[in-house]
């Protein structure tokens, strides 16, 4: 099993609507997770953390966290085409590890 | 939080070659982080670099073949050794930010996108 694991996607969503991301993880005593955002050709962009189950809202994105599941989410309320980009989890290891997700890349079509 | 400069861009080089990667940061930081992203996939980590000891190698990856410096808490290079096609991919370095209650997240260098031919 992969410590973090991504649906490839792509998942093409229309401007407007909700892009649901989903990630899990195999390490239960992880307590630390991220989610970026990475444009074709550019670098990692830091967009969201989450440490407490639940949800965790930051403008148009907000993070969920089911530690019992081993899951995280992120869901892009109101796409924009420029939320065009690969979105890739991460998630500290129990041994501070931080590991990547294979990432999900979202196309947001007008 | 941190901003990171990294150079070269890009490069393509001839196999059997070496190629220095450098990250200059404009602040202290305890580690820095080593990646590769081959194409159409996630990073993977190379090494964790510190500053006064020698870098930690993940596993997969060796000293001889990815030689890193890390001479003081603001700059860090990564060589790429004797290089084959396999090594065309996107190396970037990435540092630790502190986002608040918790453990940071990592902000990375613009990369370098090595070509292999």
């Known amino acids: 099993q992969k410590e973090v694991e991504q649906n490839s996607g792509p998942l093409s969503v229309p401007e407007g609507a909700i892009a649901s991301l989903n990630c899990t993880y195999s390490?239960?005593?992880?307590?630390?997770f991220f989610w970026y955002r990475q444009y074709s050709g550019k670098s990692p962009e830091l967009i969201m953390s989450?440490?407490?189950?639940g949800d965790k809202e930051d403008g148009r994105f907000t993070a969920q966290l089911n530690k019992a599941s081993q899951y995280v989410s992120l869901l892009i309320r109101d796409s924009q085409p420029s939320d065009s980009a690969t979105y890739l989890c991460?998630?500290?290891?129990?041994?501070?590890?931080?590991?990547f997700g294979a990432g999900t890349r979202l196309t947001v079509k007008p | 939080s941190a901003v990171i400069s990294q150079k070269p861009s890009r490069d393509i080089c001839q196999r059997g070659t070496s190629l220095t990667i450098q990250c200059q940061v404009d602040?202290?930081?305890?580690?820095m982080f080593w990646y590769r992203q081959q194409p159409g996939q996630s990073l993977t980590l190379i090494a964790t670099?510190?500053?006064?000891?020698?870098?930690?190698?993940e596993s997969g990856f060796v000293i001889d073949k990815f030689p890193i410096s890390r001479p003081n808490l603001t700059f860090s290079t990564l060589t790429v050794s004797n290089m084959s096609p396999e090594d065309s991919s996107i190396y970037l370095c990435?540092?630790?930010?502190?986002?608040?209650?918790?453990?940071?997240?990592?902000?990375f260098g613009s990369g370098t996108r090595l070509t292999v031919v």
């Open positions: 990435s540092v630790e930010v502190a986002i608040g209650q918790g453990p940071g997240g990592y902000t």
């Open positions: 390490d239960r005593g992880s307590q630390s």
């Open positions: 989450i440490y407490s189950n």
């Open positions: 991460a998630v500290i290891l129990t041994n501070n590890d931080m590991r």
């Open positions: 602040s202290q930081v305890t580690m």
């Open positions: 670099a510190n500053q006064g000891s020698e870098a930690t190698y």
